[in-house]
């Protein structure tokens, strides 16, 4: 079994760029795919990235996905953010049969 | 492209069932991987367990293994979540999703909230 840790919150200007992490404890980050999603307040979550760095049609080129296996994560790199880029976003990956989530980690866009 | 439309909120009592519906339209429903989670309040995704139309046979998670029913109804093209023995720890809100590969999800139905109370 391993775990996704989000940090609980971050925050950035509109128009600067932000990175959320999500660190693997227990394997390697490169041993399954990476996804992430984005939930805005009651709404259901939507993908923005899947597989590590690919976006879903429709997501803006804004938003990319990478991993790091020196620090055995996967970061969500949001560009040019805008205040509707304000949401709660989750990392996710998988361990045979089950899916497995972060934390979630709250982006607030001052 | 698959939407998925689920069926409205509940209220039950300890002890009792809940059976939530999940409508797909748009795609072969044989082709979906139709994958139950929930959120309690506050709190990130559980995973609870999936079933390929097209093979019929559901996955649990262990953690419900035992009061969980997961089904599909082909002739409607709807998936189906019943969970019994409910406790107020099963107060959240419950989504349906479509899961690409046994992968990633996308798209989630809009969710339907289940309230355990006496």
């Known amino acids: 079994n391993f775990m996704l840790t989000q940090p609980h919150s971050v925050s950035e200007s509109p128009g600067k760029t932000v990175t959320i992490s999500c660190t693997r404890s227990?394997?390697?980050?490169?041993?399954?795919?990476v996804n992430w999603y984005q939930q805005r307040p009651a709404s259901a979550p939507k993908a923005v990235i899947y597989?590590?760095?690919?976006?879903p049609s429709g997501v803006p080129h804004r938003f990319s996905g990478s991993i790091d296996s020196s620090s055995n994560s996967a970061s969500l790199t949001i560009a040019g953010l805008q205040t509707e880029d304000e949401a709660l976003y989750y990392c996710?990956?998988?361990?045979?049969?089950?899916?497995?989530f972060g934390g979630g980690t709250k982006l607030t866009v001052l | 492209q698959v939407q998925l439309v689920q069926s409205e909120g509940e209220v039950r009592q300890p002890g009792s069932s809940v059976k939530v519906s999940c409508k797909t339209s748009?795609?072969?429903?044989?082709?979906?991987?139709i994958t139950w989670l929930r959120q309690a309040p506050g709190q990130g995704f559980e995973w609870m367990g999936r079933?390929?139309?097209?093979?019929?046979?559901?996955t649990y998670a262990q953690t419900f293994q035992g009061r969980l029913t997961i089904s599909v109804d082909k002739s409607t093209n709807t998936g189906y979540m019943e969970l019994d023995s409910l406790t107020s720890d099963d107060t959240a809100m419950y989504y349906c999703?479509?899961?690409?590969?046994?992968?990633?999800?996308?798209?989630w139905g809009q969710g339907t909230q289940v309230i355990v109370s006496s």
């Open positions: 999703a479509n899961s690409h590969d046994y992968n990633w999800l996308d798209p």
């Open positions: 748009g795609d072969s429903f044989s082709d979906l991987i």
């Open positions: 079933i390929a139309p097209i093979i019929g046979i559901p």
């Open positions: 227990g394997g390697s980050i490169a041993d399954t795919y």
């Open positions: 597989e590590d760095n690919q976006r």
């Open positions: 996710q990956s998988y361990e045979n049969t089950r899916l497995i």
